[in-house]
């Protein structure tokens, strides 16, 4: 009860109305009874909460979408807006389907459309189908203010998704479809399926629903957000929607998820899936051939975010290549629908059939229904492997586990015994005085290839690059005599893939020295700012010996620890000596089974 600012009168002053009548007897007026009964049946608050935010979320929303078109684009108003956007999106819609599609009254629409026609925004011109309506375009003119409008959505957008991860907005977007899916069954009213008007979370380009989804759409929706969706991988993912899509009885021949990522070797992966068969892999090289992508349905369709359907049983007229994972199957059409993922992640899904007249529009519909939660989960799949995969390639494979296993925090190490190997390219402070930075990084890269894969394939573990210097690890789990062994063989092998290297310029040459001691293995930093290394004396000591083997001229050297360790018979002392930061003087061993040719002058060939 609202306080009016007046003392309340004492209880006793009080007088006791009769149940339904004002206190001062007169019989209450209907709407108040109304308003009376109706606080006393609804829901508690926690009953209802979905409900109430919607309404409030929607609300506040067109309220500060309002604003903005006032503020930022003089002479517009919503309205005006939406009419806009749905022929940039439907040229050639004529007045009545703009109508329904708006949902308004035609005479509402005529005067919005008179305002924009007036304002050389849009144009008019004869239905050649009915001579009574006119089909509707914009203008040139009118363009650059759609433009404007979707800068104006996205701008809004991100006020409204501040602090939702991507993710959790996937989610929401699923969840909410779920919602209006079973509202649509309870009240028999079509739902949209993807056709939500203004937002950029929905495929906007989708094919026509033409009524209400099925129930087998609800459940492969739930499915998609629901948990054991959740636990599979991309292969999971496949099988487990192809085979619902076939007991829904979509005639689903060939399934395939279309996906862009972050990677050093490859741009893309296709995930495919047909009945009765293995999923099948694809990874797309950075590196392969693009001349195709312009006739390419699938690169098309991210590009503009547009589904596409290709009969494939005519190909004779069909400016569209056909993708070869779908060649020799008799396959008669296939959908193509855009997965718009966040940021630069748009993929696409693609959906085969062998039936000989195609999808039927209530299959379509299906497909359509469920293709904003199929985003929703592949895309969060594509990110626990973007990020695992770039965690690798920048701080290891190892490093990378434990990040995402949650050591994330500044002194969060562990103690662990390794052989530890530090390789230095031989004469890099001449070669980048004599050559220019593209060839330094050629040559680096070259030199890097050789290292790198003979450290991995030993089971090594490569920590970081340091300018042109290599620092790996290895612990095996049969122990130190084995993890010796394997550090000496991953040394040999990277040395001589070296000697092999040919280049017209220069020989590649390294000194390697390893040792075997205890390290800290972890994180390190400042604040935010954290590096995942190894850290200690023996650290240091490997790396002190490497740089001995420039002043013996050694392609390999060994403290005494490593090289008992080992305990090979082509191990030989070549005495002691002093290594900065240390006291004593340490001996150090080299191989009577390594060349320790001397490399050869770098030519200044530019």
């Given at each position: 009860m609202i306080d009016s600012g007046r003392s309340a009168p004492s209880d006793a002053a009080q007088p006791r109305a009769r149940r339904g009548h004002a206190v001062d007897g007169t019989e209450p007026s209907l709407d108040r009874r109304f308003a009376e009964r109706y606080l006393r049946s609804v829901p508690r608050a926690e009953e209802d909460?979905?409900?109430?935010?919607?309404?409030?979320?929607a609300r506040l929303w067109r309220k500060r979408y309002n604003r903005a078109v006032r503020a930022e684009m003089p002479g517009m108003t919503c309205a005006r807006c939406a009419v806009l956007v749905q022929l940039a999106q439907r040229g050639g819609t004529n007045q009545a389907t703009l109508a329904q599609i708006l949902a308004i009254k035609p005479i509402a629409l005529v005067r919005l459309l008179d305002r924009l026609e007036a304002a050389g925004l849009i144009a008019r011109t004869a239905d050649p189908?009915?001579?009574?309506?006119?089909?509707?375009?914009?203008?040139?003119?009118?363009?650059?203010?759609?433009?404007?409008?979707?800068?104006?959505?996205?701008?809004?957008?991100?006020?409204?998704?501040?602090?939702?991860?991507?993710?959790?907005?996937?989610?929401?977007?699923?969840?909410?479809?779920?919602?209006?899916?079973?509202?649509?069954?309870?009240?028999?009213?079509p739902w949209s399926a993807g056709r939500h008007r203004g937002s950029r979370y929905w495929d906007r380009a989708a094919p026509t629903s033409g009524g209400c989804r099925t129930d087998g759409a609800s459940k492969i929706i739930g499915w998609l957000v629901g948990n054991e969706c959740h636990e599979l991988d991309f292969s999971g993912l496949v099988t487990g929607l192809g085979t619902m899509l076939r007991q829904a009885g979509v005639p689903v021949e060939r399934l395939a998820l279309h996906m862009r990522t972050l990677h050093p070797l490859i741009r893309g992966r296709i995930v495919a899936w047909g009945p009765n068969e293995p999923v099948e892999i694809f990874d797309l090289q950075h590196d392969a051939d693009t001349s195709e992508q312009l006739d390419n349905p699938i690169y098309h369709v991210v590009s503009t975010g547009e589904w596409l359907s290709l009969r494939l049983d005519d190909r004779q007229t069909s400016p569209w290549s056909t993708p070869g994972i779908f060649h020799n199957?008799?396959?008669?059409?296939?959908?193509?629908?855009?997965?718009?993922?966040?940021?630069?992640?748009?993929?696409?899904a693609t959906f085969g059939t062998t039936r000989p007249t195609g999808f039927a529009e209530h299959q379509r519909s299906l497909l359509q229904a469920i293709v904003p939660a199929l985003r929703s989960a592949s895309e969060l799949k594509l990110l626990h492997l973007v990020e695992a995969s770039l965690l690798?390639?920048?701080?290891?494979?190892?490093?990378?586990?434990?990040?995402?296993?949650?050591?994330?925090?500044?002194?969060?190490?562990?103690?662990?015994d390794?052989?530890?190997?530090?390789?230095?390219?031989?004469?890099?402070?001449?070669?980048?005085?004599?050559?220019?930075?593209?060839?330094?990084?050629?040559?680096?890269?070259?030199?890097?290839?050789?290292v790198v894969p003979a450290i991995e394939g030993a089971g090594g573990e490569v920590l970081k690059f340091m300018g042109d210097a290599v620092l790996a690890y290895f612990h095996h789990e049969d122990g130190a005599a084995t993890s010796c062994a394997v550090a000496f063989d991953a040394a040999r092998t990277a040395l001589a893939r070296l000697a092999s290297a040919v280049d017209a310029q220069c020989?590649?040459?390294?000194?390697?020295?390893?040792?075997?001691?205890?390290?800290?293995?972890?994180?390190?930093?400042?604040?935010?700012?954290?590096?995942?290394?190894?850290?200690?004396?023996?650290?240091?000591?490997?790396?002190?010996?490497?740089?001995?083997?420039a002043l013996t001229r050694r392609s390999l050297l060994m403290s005494e620890r490593f090289a008992d360790l080992l305990a090979a018979p082509h191990t030989r002392s070549i005495g002691r000596h002093e290594l900065k930061g240390f006291s004593e003087p340490t001996e150090l061993f080299a191989s009577a089974i390594v060349d320790d040719r001397p490399p050869t002058l770098i030519h200044a060939q530019t």
């Amino acid at each position: 009860m609202i306080d009016s600012g007046r003392s309340a009168p004492s209880d006793a002053a009080q007088p006791r109305a009769r149940r339904g009548h004002a206190v001062d007897g007169t019989e209450p007026s209907l709407d108040r009874r109304f308003a009376e009964r109706y606080l006393r049946s609804v829901p508690r608050a926690e009953e209802d909460t979905i409900v109430w935010l919607l309404h409030d979320a929607a609300r506040l929303w067109r309220k500060r979408y309002n604003r903005a078109v006032r503020a930022e684009m003089p002479g517009m108003t919503c309205a005006r807006c939406a009419v806009l956007v749905q022929l940039a999106q439907r040229g050639g819609t004529n007045q009545a389907t703009l109508a329904q599609i708006l949902a308004i009254k035609p005479i509402a629409l005529v005067r919005l459309l008179d305002r924009l026609e007036a304002a050389g925004l849009i144009a008019r011109t004869a239905d050649p189908r009915d001579r009574r309506a006119h089909v509707l375009a914009l203008t040139a003119r009118a363009l650059p203010i759609v433009d404007g409008i979707y800068r104006l959505t996205r701008k809004v957008h991100g006020e409204a998704e501040r602090g939702v991860s991507t993710a959790a907005t996937g989610r929401l977007v699923a969840l909410l479809g779920q919602v209006s899916s079973n509202l649509s069954a309870a009240t028999g009213e079509p739902w949209s399926a993807g056709r939500h008007r203004g937002s950029r979370y929905w495929d906007r380009a989708a094919p026509t629903s033409g009524g209400c989804r099925t129930d087998g759409a609800s459940k492969i929706i739930g499915w998609l957000v629901g948990n054991e969706c959740h636990e599979l991988d991309f292969s999971g993912l496949v099988t487990g929607l192809g085979t619902m899509l076939r007991q829904a009885g979509v005639p689903v021949e060939r399934l395939a998820l279309h996906m862009r990522t972050l990677h050093p070797l490859i741009r893309g992966r296709i995930v495919a899936w047909g009945p009765n068969e293995p999923v099948e892999i694809f990874d797309l090289q950075h590196d392969a051939d693009t001349s195709e992508q312009l006739d390419n349905p699938i690169y098309h369709v991210v590009s503009t975010g547009e589904w596409l359907s290709l009969r494939l049983d005519d190909r004779q007229t069909s400016p569209w290549s056909t993708p070869g994972i779908f060649h020799n199957r008799k396959l008669s059409e296939l959908l193509i629908a855009p997965l718009l993922n966040a940021g630069p992640f748009a993929g696409a899904a693609t959906f085969g059939t062998t039936r000989p007249t195609g999808f039927a529009e209530h299959q379509r519909s299906l497909l359509q229904a469920i293709v904003p939660a199929l985003r929703s989960a592949s895309e969060l799949k594509l990110l626990h492997l973007v990020e695992a995969s770039l965690l690798s390639a920048y701080v290891g494979t190892v490093p990378a586990q434990r990040i995402l296993a949650g050591h994330v925090r500044r002194g969060d190490v562990e103690a662990l015994d390794a052989a530890l190997m530090v390789c230095d390219l031989r004469g890099f402070t001449a070669l980048s005085n004599h050559l220019p930075e593209a060839r330094v990084l050629e040559l680096l890269n070259t030199y890097f290839d050789q290292v790198v894969p003979a450290i991995e394939g030993a089971g090594g573990e490569v920590l970081k690059f340091m300018g042109d210097a290599v620092l790996a690890y290895f612990h095996h789990e049969d122990g130190a005599a084995t993890s010796c062994a394997v550090a000496f063989d991953a040394a040999r092998t990277a040395l001589a893939r070296l000697a092999s290297a040919v280049d017209a310029q220069c020989e590649l040459h390294a000194g390697i020295a390893l040792h075997y001691g205890k390290v800290s293995y972890g994180n390190i930093g400042s604040g935010k700012r954290l590096d995942f290394t190894v850290i200690g004396r023996d650290v240091n000591l490997v790396s002190r010996i490497q740089s001995i083997c420039a002043l013996t001229r050694r392609s390999l050297l060994m403290s005494e620890r490593f090289a008992d360790l080992l305990a090979a018979p082509h191990t030989r002392s070549i005495g002691r000596h002093e290594l900065k930061g240390f006291s004593e003087p340490t001996e150090l061993f080299a191989s009577a089974i390594v060349d320790d040719r001397p490399p050869t002058l770098i030519h200044a060939q530019t």
